[in-house]
């Protein structure tokens, strides 16, 4: 299936760091969103994309829609310990089989911040 | 609004027993899912359903079945379950036409 390469895979940063991650794909996507999941619970939305070009931040987080349409990146400004979780990356095909609504997951960015 | 809400929360099955996870959402939302979550991987997504009455196969549908008999609630049944289906299960929700989709806190299944 199609798939996104998410990166890096896990990361440790000290508190008051930023904080950067992103997803890529050899295919184009409609959609961009990015999740957060904390320990046992389900993903949260923290943000979503919809335009090529398309910059978009929710407090300390800001993230891009890649020009190409093949990838995002998120940024985390001035990390503290509840930033502590995985993140994930999800996105929409330009073109595809199934119905609209389908989701890719990358396989998530493992954050830890050191106190 | 509770928003999307799953039972159990955690299941211990024996091989080839059957069980049902229910997942109910007050939203209104049409579109609804179902997806799985295993150590290291993305979620992927086993049925799904775009209204009342229909569903569809996802990426990983095999040993799995689902019905959406109400609008607010999408079923997912394990007629024989396997070890292979040890895993986390998420069900979300989203409006139609809209990709925004909002999840349940997770069923945990454990398939001796």
């Known amino acids: 299936g199609q798939q996104l390469n998410q990166s890096p895979q896990s990361m440790f940063i000290q508190e008051g760091e930023d904080v950067s991650m992103n997803c890529t794909s050899s295919s184009i996507f409609n959609t961009w969103l990015w999740y957060k999941q904390d320990p046992g619970e389900g993903p949260v939305l923290l943000i979503a994309?919809?335009?090529?070009?398309e910059l978009t931040s929710n407090g300390r987080l800001t993230a891009q829609f890649g020009i190409t349409r093949k990838d995002s990146f998120l940024n985390i400004s001035a990390s503290i310990p509840s930033d502590v979780g995985i993140y994930f990356c999800a996105g929409q095909l330009a073109f595809y089989g199934g119905s609209q609504g389908n989701l890719i997951f990358g396989k998530g960015t493992k954050l830890s911040v050191k106190p | 609004n509770a928003g999307v809400t799953q039972t159990p929360k955690f299941r211990v099955l024996k091989t080839g027993q059957s069980m049902t996870l229910l997942c109910a959402q007050d939203?209104?939302?049409?579109?609804m899912y179902w997806y799985r979550q295993d150590p290291g991987m993305g979620l992927r997504l086993i049925h799904y359903s775009v209204g009342e009455g229909t569903t569809a196969k996802g990426e990983v549908p095999d040993g799995y079945n689902v019905s959406r008999l109400k609008k607010q609630n999408f079923l997912l049944g394990l007629e024989s379950a396997a070890p292979s289906q040890t895993s986390v299960y998420f069900c979300?929700?989203?409006?139609?036409?809209?990709?925004?989709?909002?999840f349940g806190p997770g069923t945990r299944l454990t398939v001796l």
């Open positions: 939203m209104n939302h049409e579109y």
């Open positions: 994309l919809y335009k090529a070009g």
């Open positions: 979300a929700s989203s409006k139609p036409g809209l990709d925004t989709q909002y």
